[in-house]
């Protein structure tokens, strides 16, 4: 059988982490990207490779290597991404970018790279790692969840478009999963609060949020990079995947019940409030 070869952006740890491990135990050639090289996993069957995809030359190369080495890429797993969390008003511009630039224009270009190949072999697959929160919403994550439901929309414009190839593009919605995620999100938000801002004890409240909405979470990254795995090779691919019902569910309720969702987060913010006072 022929070697199968899975680009994993996003590597060095969480998610990515996992599932270059999976992907390499069952017999992948697997080519793992991240800006720190050094925390990608060792393993047999990975080639560490250096990427930052917000930066344009990076992407360029990387796929070129790895394109170079392996003459084909099976599977694009773009995982790479972030939570950029502060209030709307104030994050400066600058960081606004670099979020679309992680956790969206890095994904298309790297898609816009690997695709002629996989025309060319009539066979690939898309896998892009978005969240609930591209359909779900909380306070400070304007940007973050506006680059989710961005990834998602373009994945399934992506997906028509490269079907008849032997293409298929398909997105994997992650829901509270044990890593730093929480952490990161709510240290930018921190940074990224005016001195004498009015939104501190918004902050202050989503902190607390995250911080039990992490503690409550019981998948683990492994648990994810299962499904990863399954949108990888599942014979015929589904246009969304997700860890546990509860995650699907909750989606299908902010999709179809928005006011609903905004209630109950109105609702879980005034508890925060008062109990803060």
């Not at 939570?83 to 898609?111: C, D, H, S, W």
């Not at 990863?228 to 599942?234: L, N, P, S, V």
């Amino acid at each position: 059988m022929a070697e199968k070869i899975a680009v994993i952006t996003g590597a060095s740890n969480g998610m990515g982490y996992e599932a270059a491990k999976l992907f390499a135990s069952k017999g992948w050639q697997v080519y793992a990207g991240a800006r720190r090289v050094e925390k990608i996993p060792t393993e047999s069957n990975i080639t560490a490779l250096k990427l930052d995809v917000t930066d344009s030359k990076s992407n360029h190369d990387f796929i070129a290597q790895i394109l170079e080495k392996a003459g084909k890429i099976d599977v694009l797993v773009n995982n790479a991404g972030y939570g950029e969390y502060g209030p709307t008003e104030e994050i400066p511009m600058e960081n606004v970018r670099k979020q679309f630039e992680t956790n969206f224009f890095g994904a298309v270009e790297l898609t816009q790279l690997v695709l002629p190949s996989m025309r060319a072999q009539k066979f690939g697959r898309i896998v892009n790692i978005s969240s609930i929160g591209g359909d779900l919403y909380m306070p400070l994550g304007a940007f973050y969840h506006a680059t989710k439901a961005a990834l998602q929309q373009w994945s399934d414009v992506l997906d028509l478009e490269v079907e008849p190839f032997g293409i298929r593009s398909v997105v994997v919605q992650p829901g509270g999963t044990q890593s730093s995620w929480a952490t990161i999100a709510v240290e930018n938000a921190e940074k990224n609060l005016h001195e004498n801002s009015p939104y501190a004890a918004l902050v202050s409240d989503v902190k607390r949020a995250l911080a039990g909405f992490e503690t409550h979470s019981t998948a683990t990254s492994a648990d994810l990079a299962r499904i990863f795995y399954k949108a990888a090779t599942d014979i015929r691919p589904k246009r969304r995947y997700f860890n546990a019902f509860g995650d699907k569910a909750t989606v299908y309720i902010a999709r179809t019940m928005p006011n609903v969702l905004k209630f109950g987060l109105k609702t879980i913010m005034k508890r925060l409030e008062k109990s803060r006072k």
